[in-house]
Each structure stands twice: as structure tokens, then as C-alpha cells.
């Protein structure tokens, strides 16, 4: 049986948005995002980050350095009571410096790979689950991978934009108030 997921993009929406964040030592989190996090994987989703991470394809962080990052994220929160079901992460870039990661792909939000391949790989029914971000490109993503529900959160860097807030089914401050009106609802 397939069972639902709660998307989360990382930066802006579990994390605030500081531009490439790739040290343990530079995460902070949105305030309320770890309580809310739990509220939803109490609720019975899934709990599955996709996040775009073009600073790996710009050189500026590695992919060991990511990794790292999201290992101290995934003992974080396991220790608050949150595991996460999978940790999903675009490393590319079209006009990356780093040759391997340099190129259009499948996975880049807006496009529905990372989705996809979580779905696939956990056993989980899209049109059951929700995605929150705080980009257009979130929303789109979630559209084109036939999520059921996509919502949109402000963060200090998000691309603002009538597209997404339009797209979404709705708009929220944060994570916490968001999952507060979903599962309130």
C-alpha cells in the first residue's frame, strides 16, 4: 500500500535561506519548521526533503560537504522526534563550473525528478501527498509530478511571484502555519 508524503523544500522553508548553506555551523531553522515537521509525520506522512543544490554543480561546496550537512540534519532531527523518509538533492546546474554536475537534467525543480524518484523508491501516492516550498519552481515541480496539494511559504530569499502564488493552494508565512491550516482544516 502507498502511503502519503509531506515535500518539503530545505532552504527557505526547513532551514532559513542564507544562499548555499553547506555547513552544519551556518543551518538555522525556520523558527516552528522542527515542531511542524512532526506534527506532519504524526499525522502519518512521510517526511521527504527535495532540495535543489546548484552550489555543488557552482563549486562552491562539495558533495561530500552536502552530505555531511544532511547526515547532522537526519541526526537532528531523528533526535527531536522527526525521521525523515528520504533526503532528495539536485546537485546540477546548466552553467555549473564543476564539469560533472554541469548540465540540464530531469531533477531540477522545476522539473519533477526528485519527486518521481522519491515516489518510486519509498512507495508513495502522490495524489495523497502535499509539497511546501517557497519558490515557484517548488509548485511547478509538485504540479508536473502530480502531488495533490503544493504550498507556498515566504523566506527572506525566496523568487517572489504572482506564478507561484496563483499556482499553490495556498500561501502561507511559514512552514509551521502552513501545517497548522492543513491539518487543522
Known amino acids: 500500500m502507498l502511503r502519503k508524503a509531506a515535500f518539503l523544500d530545505r532552504d527557505g522553508v526547513i532551514n532559513l535561506d542564507r544562499a548555499y548553506v553547506h ?86 525543480k522545476p522539473a519533477p525528478g526528485l519527486i518521481l524518484r522519491a515516489a518510486k523508491e519509498l512507495g508513495l501516492s502522490l495524489p495523497d501527498s502535499l509539497l511546501v516550498g517557497d519558490k515557484p519552481s517548488d509548485i511547478h515541480a509538485a504540479r508536473a509530478a502530480g502531488v495533490g496539494k503544493a504550498y507556498i511559504v515566504d523566506s527572506d530569499n525566496a523568487e517572489s511571484g504572482q506564478d507561484a502564488t496563483v499556482a499553490a493552494d495556498g500561501h502561507y508565512r511559514d512552514l509551521q502555519r502552513c501545517v497548522s491550516a492543513v491539518l487543522d482544516a
Not at 49 to 65: D, L
Not at 83 to 94: K, Q, R, S
Open 23 to 108: 555547513r552544519w555551523e551556518d543551518f538555522e531553522f525556520v523558527p516552528g519548521a522542527v515542531d511542524a515537521m512532526r506534527r506532519l509525520a504524526e499525522a502519518g506522512y512521510a517526511l521527504v526533503v527535495v532540495t535543489n543544490q546548484s552550489g555543488i554543480a557552482r563549486g562552491m561546496y562539495t558533495e561530500t560537504q552536502y552530505q555531511t550537512l544532511t547526515q547532522h540534519l537526519r541526526e537532528h532531527l531523528v533526535a527531536q522526534g522527526v525521521p525523515l523518509a528520504g533526503v532528495y538533492h539536485c546537485p546540477h546546474h546548466p552553467s555549473g563550473k564543476v564539469f560533472e554536475f554541469a548540465r540540464d537534467c530531469d531533477c531540477r
